[in-house]
T-cell receptor, first 114, second 114 residues
């Protein structure tokens, strides 16, 4: 069953603007990861945030996690045309059956217009 | 460069005609995964190998089989493809069974069943 739900489904912005994508999930998690997928390609791991962390940075990426609301956000600052891709959140269950799995959401399709 | 390679990148087959997709890795990772991703949907885990230990997801159709003859190679066999099996098939690897460490994805094989 699907765990993560990204919002919005599609986002179009001008180059240089910031892009914010949100992810909500249903069950307790061990960690949450964000991946990028360029059109017709495989996924690339971007960043991981653990359940005991609230914010994490990596270059132009900023991820927040609110476990009380079961939600996460991915912020891309100063967007570039090369950031055009689909972005997926993926969760790892806290424990028990399936704790080896990543469960992906449907993704947010980001278009950055030059 | 260490990487995950999938062949072929595009495959067209006829309804009911068996097809095999290939994945190889130079990362020497002991975990390999196969995902199915239909158009505009989340990647869905089909099964994974932890070394030679095969782990099938409960809702993976019996039509889908996998083989891992050695650490480097893993195959996805679809015995009698149906139209609904048209999708992108993604292979991924990890150095740890704990998905906290993230997964490395290949570029995918786009399968079309006619």
């Amino acid at each position: 069953s699907q765990q993560g739900e990204e919002d919005p489904q599609a986002l179009s912005i001008q180059e240089g603007e910031n892009a914010t994508m949100n992810c909500s999930y249903k069950t307790s998690i061990n960690n949450l990861q964000w991946y990028r997928q360029n059109s017709g390609r495989g996924l690339v791991h971007l960043i991981l945030i653990r359940s005991n962390e609230r914010e994490k940075h990596s270059g132009r990426l900023r991820v927040t996690l609110d476990t009380s609301k079961k939600s996460s956000s991915l912020l891309i600052t100063a967007s570039r045309a090369a950031d055009t891709a689909s972005y997926f959140c993926a969760t790892v269950p806290y424990s028990g059956a399936g704790s080896y799995q990543l469960t992906f959401g449907k993704g947010t399709k980001l278009s950055v217009i030059p | 460069d260490a990487m995950v390679i999938q062949n072929p990148r595009y495959q067209v087959t006829q309804f009911g005609k068996p097809v095999t997709l290939s994945c190889s890795q130079t990362l020497n990772h002991n975990v390999m995964y196969w995902y199915q991703q239909k158009s505009s949907q989340a990647p869905k885990l089909l099964f994974h190998y932890y070394d030679k230990d095969f782990n099938n997801e409960a809702d993976t159709p019996d039509n889908f089989q996998s083989r891992r003859p050695n650490t480097s190679f893993c195959f996805l066999d679809i015995r009698s493809p149906g139209l609904g099996d048209t999708a992108m098939y993604l292979c991924a690897t990890s150095g740890h069974r704990d998905p906290t460490f993230g997964q490395f994805f290949g570029p995918g094989t786009r399968l079309t069943v006619l």
